[in-house]
C-alpha cells in the first residue's frame, strides 16, 4: 500500500503561481511513476504530469508545457508541480497518482494508476 497526501493548493490571482506536494509514505519503494491529474466541474479528470522515480525524467501535458514543472526528491519521497503562469483555466482539483512497478498501460491515463490522494483544490482568479 503506497498513501499520498497533497498540499499547496488555494485562490491566487492569474498570473500568479503555486507550488503543490504529494508526500507519498508506505511501500514507496514499489513506484514505478508518480502523476499529477486534474478535474475542474462538469469535465473529466485530465493528465497534467508525470514523474518516473528512477531517473526522474518528466512529461508534462501540452497544455501545461513551458508554465507547469514537476519534479521529485527520492529522498523525501516527494513530488513537487510548480505551476506558473496560472489563468482561470487551470481552476481544477488537482491530485497526485502513483503507479507500481507491476502496472502496465499509459502514464496519461488515470486508469493506469494504484493509488490517489485526496486532491487540492485550486482556483485562480481573474
Known amino acids: 500500500q503506497v498513501q499520498l497526501v497533497e498540499s499547496g493548493g488555494g485562490l491566487v490571482q492569474a498570473g500568479g503561481s503555486l507550488r503543490l506536494s504529494c508526500a507519498a509514505s508506505?511501500?514507496?519503494?514499489?513506484?514505478?511513476?508518480m502523476g499529477w491529474f486534474r478535474q475542474a466541474p462538469r469535465k473529466e479528470r485530465e493528465f497534467v504530469a508525470a514523474v518516473y522515480w528512477s531517473g526522474g525524467s518528466t512529461y508534462h501535458a501540452d497544455s501545461v508545457k513551458g508554465r507547469f514543472t514537476a519534479s521529485r526528491d527520492n529522498a523525501r519521497n516527494t513530488m513537487y508541480l510548480q505551476m506558473n503562469g496560472l489563468t482561470p483555466e487551470d481552476t481544477a482539483v488537482y491530485s497526485c497518482a502513483a503507479r507500481v512497478t507491476s502496472s502496465s498501460g499509459s502514464r496519461y491515463l488515470p486508469a493506469s494508476y494504484n493509488y490517489w490522494g485526496q486532491g487540492t483544490q485550486v482556483t485562480v482568479a481573474s
Open positions: 508506505g511501500r514507496t519503494s514499489n513506484i514505478y511513476n
